[in-house]
């Protein structure tokens, strides 16, 4: 019977094993590298398009509720700050910091809820009040070409548009929470990142 050599203590001269970084499961890479992917469009866009918004709203003098305007706006902060931590917390979690699963798990935990209240009211009021706000758009209103049931035909597609967008995103965004909960609770991911606990 062939003796099998007992296993190298770390620290032993010609063990390497104590320095080795421990090893990134493959899931945590895929959720890591589209967090960075989903966190850097959010920190561009989104102030982009506030700011785009605010802009055309001005030139084109249409009256926007002011509960719209204040959803926007809150909708813009809270997508921006969740962006951010995605980001970091995924730059975190590529290279397995100690800090980045909670992270992670906290960013997924708020997101999640966030996503889907955010994207009820989207459809269920938002949508609706562009009836209104389409109707009375001076590019529609001052356009004598346009006939009302050309108005109506207007606001039943942009309708139907901005709700397919909506739960588009929403499938998207929800779904990479989920996926971020099921895999930073998985084990072998907790176990990468408890051995690389002592790591900032």
Known sequence: MTMQPPPADPGVPGDYSAY?????????????ILGIIFGAIGCLCI?????FGMIKQGQQQQDVPQAMTVFNTVVSVASLVLSIVLLIASIGALRLRAWARPAM????AVDLVYDVAKGVLFVVWMVPAMGP?????PDVRNNPQIKAQDIENIVRVSQYVWT???IGLALVTVGYAIAV??????????AAFEDNRATL
């Open 20 to 32: 080795m970084p421990p090893l990134r499961p493959k899931s945590v890479t895929v959720i890591a």
């Open 47 to 51: 102030p982009i398009g506030f700011v």
């Open 105 to 108: 798990l906290a960013f997924a």
């Open 133 to 137: 706000m389409i109707r009375n758009s």
């Open 164 to 166: 397919g967008i909506a």
């Open 181 to 190: 909960l099921v895999v930073m609770n998985k084990p072998h991911v907790k």
